[in-house]
């Protein structure tokens, strides 16, 4: 896995302040991606060791909400299965912490990825610029859904549990 940023004391990617891991590879490629320099998966830097030690630094403190993977997208094939190791080595680290993933994909696709086990809110959808709205909580157009996600796991009817403002406490 490759990574082009770690944000520290994030307040606009999640509930609370959270450390930020923004991912190399995206195939969505929306127009006006806020981030459109994180779609080559062979961009950015290696995540290696000391990669790894500064995200968990932050996690450490105890006013670090979570943790958000964003990118680029952390569900491209060249991030899935190391962002699923990443995610599963901090929830035995940090369970309090939470993880929200951002992606590009749609519930409805990926809801029986095995990654899902480890996220606590997902932000899913392509960013469309025709929908943007600098208002939302959390997302940046109107047909992206934050959906806690163990709820959803957890639900026989399919419906999907979208959060709103205030719905979710860290």
Not at 27 to 39: F, G, I, M, R, Y
Not at 74 to 102: C, G, S
Not at 162 to 169: N, P, S, T, W
Request: aromatic share 10%; hydrophobic share 35%; proline share 4%.
């Amino acid at each position: 896995m490759r990574y082009h940023n770690i944000t520290k004391d994030d307040m606009l990617n999640g509930d609370g302040l959270r450390v930020v891991l923004w991912v190399a590879g995206c195939s969505h490629c929306c127009k006006e991606c806020q981030n459109p320099v994180t779609w080559d998966p062979d961009g950015g830097l290696p995540f290696d060791e000391e990669a790894k030690k500064e995200v968990f630094a932050e996690l450490a403190k105890s006013y670090i909400s979570g943790i958000t993977f964003s990118g680029g997208d952390p569900l491209h094939a060249a991030n899935r299965l190391d962002v699923r190791n990443l995610m599963e080595e901090i929830k035995q680290k940090f369970p309090e912490k939470t993880i929200w993933l951002y992606t590009g994909d749609v519930w409805e696709r990926i809801l029986h990825y095995p990654i899902l086990q480890y996220v606590d809110v997902l932000v899913d959808g392509e960013f469309k610029v025709e929908e943007k709205d600098v208002k939302l909580l959390w997302k940046g157009s109107k047909n992206q859904r934050v959906i806690d996600v163990q709820k959803s796991l957890k639900q026989t009817d399919q419906t999907i549990p979208v959060l709103h403002c205030g719905d979710y406490e860290t």
